[in-house]
């Protein structure tokens, strides 16, 4: 490691302190790039993150009086002196930045400022680069030195830590946010209020929620079959009568429809994409998200005209999601299965559904004679949509079920709950698993109104005859591995999920299990589940860790396969549920 002069050393640990005492991200940044300017005698200094997604550096905090003109600008990774530094890991000096036919004179154009001299050097946290600071024009008539680089780079590992911790921070808080935003539209929607002053209330919320001063909701006339303006926040009234969008256009609203997918950009005009010109914008940001029910696209919600500093994140789009879901339950019916919970008991309520969902998952597995049974349901939230059971059938049978409801969190647990209620009180009413899952879908479609639905694969073995009964709807593939004869055994069924449309037919099959058998059934969170190079665990994946286990009972091989995820992931963060289910014939 390169030698750093004591004084220097002393003045990071001073910044430090500093730096490290503030959880806000936006004063971190303003701090560190202070503080890199003084440092090393120069006017002043830049930061750039690296978005996870895209890997593209974002100005977060520019030296200029213009520096909101730089906020939209993105630096393709590898490109430029930021992009470079980002890439390698190692700092660049560049002291004749005009000669350099890496820097990029776009940034000089946009803040008026004459870049003559400039260091960059990444921030590190975990040995990833998260960004790159960019300290321009040195005080000093030599420019800048090595000197200046290796206290920068020293610097700039402290930063790195001050900076993960703000991100980690803002993470908690953008959730907390999330939740809050949730219930207030869960709230506002088990309310009497008419739809278009229900709408009228969420355009409210969200203009708030995205700090954007342009949102409206639109919806498809069921009549001309083109899009109309519900309701608006930062359109004139007298305007919003005459706009009707046709689903076959360019327009970014018809497009999210017509495709029933986002459509979002920090620059909507180099994205090629068309906006109504009746409307002026001062922003190229936009966001658009259909409005689902049941699946089919209904409407859309349109967020634009972010204020200064603002810029839509992935986060934002997620959160946008979940909510145009909510949106789509309301046109659908104001009544849904989300309590109304006031703010200040929010963290008191997540806590007892979580209790209540783990009371309702079973975690004493009875042991039997010739059967090893275990499963376990590892949440990517607070409270998860998967779910499990096991049934005592007579004479002697044993019944199982492993599900998956649509969406995350609050909603699709409480989902989870219905479905699985449904499914037992059935499993006794029937003991033929096609007939079964026929009365348990016919019931969900009647009484939802969230537009939401569930897969499982369920089954009965007959402990006598060792013959296992088993359908699935619209699950995941499911399978049973015969270590005698090395064979992957696929256990498919005809049928769609459960709680999308009535008098849907689903199919039995049935299979004779052999000693040694091993069924191992799961939720698309395992074979899903991403490692931080964005590769999937896969199926294939999966059958290597049944094969190593096998031998063992249900509980080993359940554990061993959620162990194998985790560490596939390596520290990546579980974005959905996983659940596995095990039956070991002996």
Do not use: C
Request: proline share 3%.
């Amino acid at each position: 490691m390169p030698s750093v002069d004591p004084a220097g050393l002393q003045a990071i640990l001073e910044i430090n302190r500093k730096i490290n005492s503030i959880n806000d991200l936006r004063s971190v940044l303003l701090d560190i790039s202070n503080s890199a300017a003084q440092l090393i005698d120069a006017e002043g200094a830049s930061i750039l993150l690296v978005d996870k997604e895209t890997g593209n550096l974002h100005f977060e905090v520019a030296f200029s009086e213009n520096a909101e003109a730089l906020y939209d600008v993105v630096v393709p990774k590898n490109k430029g002196i930021a992009g470079s530094v980002a890439q390698t890991g190692e700092a660049i000096i560049v002291n004749d930045t005009q000669n350099d036919q890496r820097f990029y004179r776009g940034v000089d154009n946009e803040t008026q400022i004459v870049t003559r001299s400039l260091i960059a050097v990444p921030l590190v946290r975990h040995e990833e680069v998260i960004g790159v600071m960019e300290v321009i024009n040195s005080n000093k008539p030599v420019g800048f030195t090595n000197d200046d680089r290796d206290l920068l780079n020293e610097f700039g590992v402290q930063a790195g830590i001050a900076i993960s911790n703000a991100l980690l921070y803002k993470g908690i808080q953008e959730k907390a946010d999330e939740l809050e935003y949730l219930f207030e539209i869960s709230n506002l929607t088990n309310q009497t209020y008419e739809r278009k002053d229900l709408f009228a209330k969420i355009i409210e919320l969200l203009s708030s929620a995205f700090d954007s001063g342009r949102v409206s909701i639109m919806l498809v006339d069921e009549q001309t079959g083109k899009l109309y303006v519900e309701s608006a926040i930062g359109i004139d009234e007298n305007l919003m009568s005459k706009i009707n969008v046709d689903l076959n256009t360019d327009r970014i609203s018809s497009m999210a429809v017509s495709m029933g997918k986002i459509i979002f950009s920090n620059d909507i005009e180099r994205s090629g994409y068309g906006r109504n010109k009746k409307l002026r914008y001062d922003n190229p940001a936009f966001i658009s998200v259909p409005i689902k029910t049941k699946n089919i696209p209904i409407g859309v919600i349109n967020i634009s005209e972010p204020k200064k500093g603002i810029r839509y994140t992935g986060s934002m789009i997620k959160t946008l999601q979940t909510i145009a879901n909510q949106v789509g339950s309301a046109y659908e019916s104001n009544k849904n299965y989300i309590e109304r919970i006031e703010h200040e008991k929010l963290t008191k309520e997540l806590d007892i559904m979580r209790m209540l969902q783990n009371s309702l998952l079973m975690s004493n597995f009875k042991a039997y004679k010739n059967i090893s049974i275990y499963a376990r349901m590892k949440s990517a939230e607070i409270v998860g949509g998967d779910f499990y059971d096991f049934y005592e059938l007579p004479p002697n049978k044993l019944g199982f079920v492993i599900g998956d409801v649509s969406g995350k969190g609050l909603p699709a647990s409480l989902f989870m709950a219905i479905s699985r209620s449904v499914i037992k009180a059935y499993s006794y009413y029937t003991q033929d698993p096609h007939e079964l899952l026929e009365y348990a879908n016919n019931m969900l479609v009647e009484d939802s109104h969230v537009g939401m639905f569930a897969t499982l694969f369920y089954g009965i073995i007959d402990m006598d005859t060792m013959e296992m009964i088993y359908s699935n709807a619209g699950h995941n593939q499911q399978y049973l591995y015969r270590p005698g004869e090395n064979q992957f055994i696929l256990l498919g069924t005809r049928g769609i999920p459960l709680g999308i449309s009535m008098s849907e037919s689903y199919e039995t099959r049935k299979i004779q299990l052999k000693s040694g058998d091993v069924m191992f059934t799961f939720t698309d969170g395992v074979t899903e589940a991403v490692n931080d190079a964005g590769q999937e665990f896969e199926l294939d994946r999966l059958k290597h860790v049944v094969k190593q286990y096998a031998s063992t009972n249900s509980a080993t091989l359940v554990n061993s396969i959620i162990r194998s995820v985790d560490e596939w992931a390596n520290g990546v963060a579980q974005w959905d549920d996983m659940t596995v289910l095990s039956i070991r014939i002996a």
